[in-house]
């Protein structure tokens, strides 16, 4: 076996190694989701928006999918953390010492944004796009009736998306040190962002102009947060730039 055979085959260890350790901890998290999803689902659909509104299981499997996807969801949020580190462990070899440090620090910050992007969504969004709807039925005359699978599935859509958008600082910060992206190009193309970002927003809410702009303006102010971060970013990534051409000159 060579050098680059072995070289492969330790990072296949160490792959398989973190990806074990990851599945432990999942396991062990699904237990606790197991005790925290019943409390949690009732919660769920017992919301203020969900006033007089009674939910219909429309198959005989719906309350057993909801019940597990449910714990799997609670399993993934605990373990993040968990996820997050063993992917730094398994690129840190490659970084230097500063970056090393930075990137870890990214962990608790990709946890606070992510749960914080789900609970914006949970209590803001929601609420709003299922008050929207119910009063646009009893205008139109319609009666409502939820599917607990539907309902729970909206519920998914809604809130798991805005936790993954609100990473967006933090991905822009990671993207400038390496280099990948600048404060310049981020500016430059800010209106085809704004565009894309208006076109997340209607693929989550309801067909309705006002809502779509209620959800755009978050991702918006995300997006404008991300460019001033991203200078802070860059700066940094030029002086480490600058100090590698110095220790390269000497």
Do not use: C
């Not at 799997?72 to 090393?100: D, H, K």
């Not at 519920?155 to 933090?170: A, C, E, H, N, S």
């Amino acid at each position: 076996m060579n050098e680059e055979e072995r070289e492969i085959t330790e990072h296949i260890d160490e792959m398989r190694k973190r990806i074990l350790t990851a599945a432990y901890f999942f396991a062990a998290a699904l237990i606790i989701g197991f005790f925290l999803s019943k409390p949690l689902i009732y919660q769920m659909q017992n919301a203020p928006w969900t006033e007089n509104v009674q939910m219909h299981a429309f198959q005989v499997t719906d309350p057993l999918r909801i019940y597990i996807l449910v714990i799997v969801v609670i399993a993934f949020v605990i373990i993040l953390p968990v996820i997050m580190y063993q992917v730094w462990a398994f690129i840190t070899p490659g970084l230097y010492s500063n970056e090393r440090k930075l990137t870890l620090s990214y962990i608790p910050i990709v946890v606070v944004l992510m749960l914080t992007g789900m609970a914006f969504s949970y209590f803001v969004v929601v609420p709003y796009i299922i008050r929207f709807t119910f009063d646009l039925s009893a205008e139109m005359g319609i009666q409502t009736t939820i599917g607990i699978n539907e309902y729970f599935g909206f519920l998914f859509r809604t809130v798991l998306p805005f936790g993954v958008i609100f990473q967006m600082p933090i991905l822009v910060l990671f993207m400038t040190q390496l280099g990948i992206i600048t404060p310049m190009f981020l500016k430059k193309n800010r209106k085809y962002a704004y565009f894309i970002l208006f076109i997340v927003a209607a693929v989550i809410a309801p067909p309705d102009l006002m809502t779509h702009i209620i959800l755009t303006i978050p991702m918006i102010m995300l997006y404008e947060i991300s460019i001033m971060i991203s200078k802070t970013g860059y700066r940094r990534y030029l002086k480490a730039e600058q100090k590698a051409i110095e220790e390269e000159l000497e």
